[in-house]
T-cell receptor, first 111, second 114 residues
């Protein structure tokens, strides 16, 4: 399984755009990149998934460069409620039922 | 519709006692997963069910841990002779089919072993 590396923590202020970058140097051809969000005392929640280039949904955007060795989760205009831990996962879609979560990035949004 | 539910939300037990943790998946979801999350850490995969069968039990930490699922619905995770290192949040997730990394998680059961 590809190993991912994320910053341990990030600070931001309300209304700012936050970009969290994940490194996955050993990503395989069949691997997808998935991001989950976890609030305190809750289970993780799926945010976004992509394979290459850019993916956007109502919550976030995911930027993946051509070499796919990293990816960036972009949260536009964060609010206090975006304070959470964000996990980057990389895995083959056909065997990705066993989600491998690292320590994630703890995002703190300040007023 | 209803999400994944787990009970109890909190469980405090004494070392050596057995505990049962329950998970009710989203109706119609054939795949069900158990994870463990220690304080301040990421998730550890324990076991998954496809229907009522559990093809992959590789994540179970020891033979004190077991799980079953009946009627392609409710699942129970049982920990026998609990130890202090079993203290963690136990999370259950379900998905509409197995080969997906989009899983829907419950709120978890916080287990404290004294």
């Amino acid at each position: 399984l590809a190993k991912t590396t994320q910053p341990i923590s990030m600070d931001s202020y309300e209304g700012q755009e936050v970009n969290i970058t994940c490194s996955h140097n050993n990503i395989a051809t069949n691997d997808y990149i998935t991001w989950y969000q976890q609030f305190p005392s809750q289970g993780p929640r799926f945010i976004i998934q992509g394979y290459k280039t850019k993916v956007t949904n109502e919550v976030a955007s995911l930027f993946i460069p051509a070499d796919r060795k990293s990816s960036t989760l972009s949260l536009p205009r964060v609010s206090l409620s975006d304070t959470a831990v964000y996990y980057c996962l990389v895995g083959d879609r056909d065997s990705s039922y066993k989600l491998i979560f690292g320590s994630g990035t703890r995002l703190l949004v300040r007023p | 519709g209803a999400g994944v539910s787990q009970s109890p939300s909190n469980k405090v037990t004494e070392k050596g006692k057995d505990v049962e943790l329950r998970c009710d998946p989203i109706s119609g979801h054939t795949a069900l997963y158990w994870y463990r999350q220690r304080l301040g850490q990421g998730l550890e995969f324990l076991i998954y069910f496809q229907g009522n069968s559990a093809p992959d039990k590789s994540g179970l930490p020891s033979d004190r841990f077991s799980a079953e699922r009946t009627g392609e619905s409710v699942s129970t995770l049982t920990i026998q002779r609990t130890q202090q290192e079993d203290s963690a949040v136990y999370l259950c997730a379900s998905s509409s089919y197995l080969y997906t990394d989009t899983q829907y998680f419950g709120p978890g059961t916080r287990l404290t072993v004294l």
